[in-house]
C-alpha cells in the first residue's frame, strides 16, 4: 500500500509535455481558445466551433467535455462555461477539453436539429462527402473527439420535458461503470450503446464516454447544472486529473428497466409527483381533464420505481409520453438515502450567482 502511494505521488510530479490541437500549440501551465473551422452560413461566413484547451501542469490523460450536440440544451453549455472559470491549469494533470456548443448552427436556431434536419448525435462517425450533418459529425469526431480519451457528452430532455440528474452509459465495461459512479448521480441508466451517437462510436474506438442528461431543452435548471459540474469534478479526481476530494461520493443506484407512461386521454394534465419521487404500483401520478372539469382520467405507474424524466407541459393528447419511470430491484430505504444524499449535496453547493434563485425556490420551496 504504502508502495502504491509513492508511485503515485511520483506520477503526479510528472511534467506535463506541450498539447498539439487543431495546429496550435497549448504549452503546459496554459489554456487556448481554439476554432473547429470549415462549415460556413450562406452568406459565406465562417461558423467556426469554439473549443477552450487547457492543459495542465503535470502528465495526464485527455478529457473532453461537450454540450449542446443538440442545438437547443442548455444546461451543458452553462456547465461548460463554470468548469472553465472553475480549472486551475496549475493544479491540473493532463488536458481538458471543452467544448460548450458542438452543434452551433442549432444552438443559433434554437433547434435540436442542424439546417438539413437530421439529428448530429444519429450521424457519428459522419463521412467526409456525406450530408452536412454527416461531414460535421465527421469532422468533430476525428479532429476533437479521437484526441480523448474520455467524453463527458451531457445533454437535456426535449422541448417540455424534463430529466432528473442522470447518467446513461454502457455498464458492461468496467471503465465506465467506475466513471458512472463517481459522477454519483442519483439514477445511472444502463443503457446499451445506440448506432450513431458520439457515445457508441467513440467508445467503439476505445474511448470511455458518459452521457450526462438533465433538465429541459431551452432552460437553464440550477439542479441539473450543480449536479453536472460536482460529477464531472469528481470523474476528474477518478482519473487522476486533479486532487481526490475529502468528501464521501454519494451512492447511486443502477436501473436497467424503465417505461414510459402514457397519456390515455386528451386534455389538460395536472401532475401529482414531481422529478425524483418513489412511486408505487398502480400510484396516480397526474389527471387529465377537459377544459370545462368534466371528464377525470388518472394517469397511473405500472410499476413501483422512481421518476427520471416528465412531461413540463401541461396539455396532452392521448398517447404522449407523460412520465419516464426507472425500475429497480433494491430495497426502500437504499432508494431513500440516495435520493436525500443528492438533495443534501445540491443543497451545500456553492452555487454561481445566474443560478441561486432558481435553486432556493426548487429545492426549498418555503422561503
Ligand atoms: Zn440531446
Not at 473551422?37 to 490523460?61: D, H
Not at 435540436?112 to 461531414?135: H, M, V
Not at 420505481?305 to 426507472?326: K, M, R, S, W
Request: charged share 20%; net charge neutral.
Amino acid at each position: 500500500m504504502q508502495k502504491h502511494n509513492v508511485l503515485k505521488r511520483v506520477a503526479r510530479a510528472k511534467p506535463n509535455s506541450s498539447y498539439s490541437f487543431l495546429g496550435e500549440q497549448i504549452a503546459p501551465n496554459s489554456r487556448k481558445v481554439v476554432e473547429l473551422t470549415g462549415t460556413k452560413l450562406y452568406t459565406n461566413s465562417p461558423l467556426s466551433i469554439p473549443i477552450e484547451v487547457i492543459n495542465g501542469k503535470y502528465a495526464g490523460p485527455v478529457l473532453m467535455v461537450n454540450a449542446a450536440i443538440h442545438g437547443d440544451e442548455l444546461n451543458g453549455v452553462e456547465i461548460v462555461r463554470q468548469m472553465i472559470n472553475a480549472i486551475d491549469s496549475a493544479k491540473m494533470n493532463g488536458t481538458l477539453i471543452m467544448v460548450p456548443v458542438v452543434n452551433v448552427f442549432g444552438f443559433i436556431q434554437k433547434s435540436r436539429y442542424l439546417p438539413d434536419r437530421r439529428d448530429l448525435n444519429r450521424c457519428f462517425p459522419g463521412s467526409e462527402k456525406g450530408s452536412l450533418a454527416s461531414r460535421m459529425a465527421y469532422t468533430f469526431f476525428n479532429e476533437v473527439a479521437l484526441k480523448c480519451d474520455y467524453i463527458i457528452d451531457i445533454h437535456t430532455g426535449a422541448i417540455h420535458r424534463t430529466n432528473l440528474p442522470q447518467i446513461r452509459a454502457d455498464l458492461s465495461k468496467p471503465d465506465t461503470l467506475r466513471l458512472a459512479e463517481a459522477f454519483a448521480t442519483p439514477v445511472i441508466v444502463d443503457s446499451p450503446l445506440r448506432g450513431g451517437s458520439l457515445r457508441s462510436e467513440a467508445e467503439n474506438k476505445g474511448l470511455t464516454v458518459l452521457t450526462y442528461e438533465a433538465g429541459e431543452a431551452l432552460k437553464f435548471d440550477p439542479i441539473a447544472i450543480t449536479a453536472g459540474i460536482n460529477g464531472i469534478k469528481r470523474v476528474m479526481q477518478a482519473i487522476g486529473m486533479v486532487r481526490k476530494s475529502r468528501r464521501k461520493t454519494p451512492t447511486s443506484v443502477v436501473t436497467r428497466s424503465t417505461t414510459w407512461i402514457r397519456a390515455e386521454h386528451d386534455g389538460i394534465l395536472r401532475t401529482l409527483v414531481s422529478l425524483g419521487d418513489r412511486v408505487e404500483k398502480g400510484q396516480v401520478l397526474a389527471l387529465i381533464n377537459s377544459p370545462l372539469g368534466y371528464v377525470e382520467v388518472e394517469v397511473k405507474a405500472n410499476k413501483r420505481g422512481i421518476v427520471i424524466g416528465q412531461q413540463t407541459l401541461p396539455l396532452v393528447n392521448e398517447g404522449d409520453a407523460v412520465f419516464h419511470i426507472a425500475h429497480f430491484n433494491e430495497g426502500e430505504e437504499h432508494l431513500n438515502t440516495v435520493v436525500e444524499a443528492f438533495i443534501d449535496e445540491i443543497n451545500d453547493a456553492e452555487l454561481d450567482p445566474i443560478t441561486t434563485g432558481y435553486l432556493n425556490a426548487a429545492v426549498n420551496p418555503t422561503t
